[in-house]
Each structure stands twice: as structure tokens, then as C-alpha cells.
Nanobody, 118 residues
Framework: QVQLVESGGGLVQPGGSLRLSCAAS????????MGWYRQAPGKQRELVAA???????NYADSVKGRFTISRDSAKNTVDLQMNSLKPEDTAVYYC????????????WGQGTQVTVSS
């Protein structure tokens, strides 16, 4: 059984920073792409940032220059450093990963709330 566990969410003022972390555990054979998605109330879930096993990254236009995704393949973790946060970044953030056990499946974390408010 594979689990993705997020941490690091919370309440922050506009302009502040937060760092989200996600750790994958279980019978993991290999991890391909890992990423972060978010879902705000009344909106669809959207991709925030993704990183491949080779280190290539992809960001939503709304977070480019403010957010940085990174991963530690030895520890099966992926982080999201969020700077210059805006109220519109408020959402539940979800970790996502393509994991082989050895069959490939896509997994989601339980989500962590990020609230940007003064």
C-alpha cells in the first residue's frame, strides 16, 4: 500500500512564504513524475507545479517566479516552496505522484490547507 502524506500548510499573510512537503511511503518500486495540485472553493483542481524523475519542472503561469518545486529521489519526497503568497493562492494543496509497485498507478495525498489572509 502506497501513501502520500503532505505537511506544511497553514495560515500566512500576503507576501509571506510557506513550504509544503510530501513523503511517499509503502511498497515503492519506482517514482516517475511528482507534483502539486490545488483546489480552491468552487473551482476545479489545477496543476500548480510538477517535476519529472529527471528533474524537469513545469509551473502554472500564476505561480511562475514565486513557487519552486524540488524532489529528493532517495527519500521519495517532493517539496513546494511558496514565496510572495497572494490571497488567490488560498486552496487545499494536494501531492500527486506516478508510482510503480511495480505496476504503475497515480496516487494522491489527503491535502493540506493553505490560507493567505491578513
Amino acid at each position: 500500500q502506497v501513501q502520500l502524506v503532505e505537511s506544511g500548510g497553514g495560515l500566512v499573510q500576503p507576501g509571506g512564504s510557506l513550504r509544503l512537503s510530501c513523503a511517499a511511503s509503502g511498497s515503492i518500486f519506482r517514482i516517475n513524475a511528482m507534483g502539486w495540485y490545488r483546489q480552491a472553493p468552487g473551482k476545479q483542481r489545477e496543476l500548480v507545479a510538477a517535476i519529472t524523475s529527471g528533474g524537469s519542472t513545469n509551473y502554472a503561469d500564476s505561480v511562475k517566479g514565486r513557487f519552486t518545486i524540488s524532489r529528493d529521489s532517495a527519500k521519495n519526497t517532493v517539496d513546494l516552496q511558496m514565496n510572495s503568497l497572494k490571497p488567490e493562492d488560498t486552496a487545499v494543496y494536494y501531492c500527486n505522484a506516478d508510482i510503480a509497485t511495480p505496476a504503475w498507478s497515480n496516487y494522491w495525498g489527503q491535502g493540506t490547507q493553505v490560507t493567505v489572509s491578513s
